[in-house]
């Protein structure tokens, strides 16, 4: 069983910086492309950043310049740094990859989420 596990998630102010984990754990075979989503109120789920797994990104356009993400294979883990923060980043923010626990074709999951509130 794969489990993905969000942290630093929080409550910031405009302008200030969240640096999200994403844990990948259990039987992974390999890890594939990896995400970041997030869903605020009303409004449909939007990729925010994506990374493959030799490294390349891609941002939404909403978030190019203040947003990174980042990779460490060796903990299977991926961050988001989110600097200049903005009241309409408040989302919930959810982790996904691509993950194979055996030799056949990878598996998508999902993260919990984790909430982020951008507000003075």
């Known amino acids: 069983q794969v489990q993905l596990v969000e942290s630093g998630g929080g409550l910031v102010q405009p302008g200030g910086s969240l640096r999200l984990s994403c844990a990948a754990s259990g039987s992974i075979f390999s890890l594939y492309g990896m995400a970041w989503y997030r869903q605020a109120p009303g409004k449909q789920r939007e990729r925010v950043a994506a990374?493959?797994?030799?490294?390349?990104?891609n941002y939404a356009d909403s978030v190019k310049g203040r947003f990174t993400i980042s990779r460490d294979n060796a903990k299977n883990t991926v961050y988001l740094q989110m600097n200049s923060l903005k009241p309409e980043d408040t989302a919930v923010y959810y982790c996904?990859?691509?993950?194979?626990?055996?030799?056949?074709?990878?598996?998508?999951?999902w993260g919990q989420g984790t909430q982020v509130t951008v507000s003075s």
């Open positions: 990374i493959t797994s030799g490294g390349s990104t």
């Open positions: 996904n990859a691509d993950i194979s626990t055996s030799s056949r074709g990878p598996v998508n999951y």
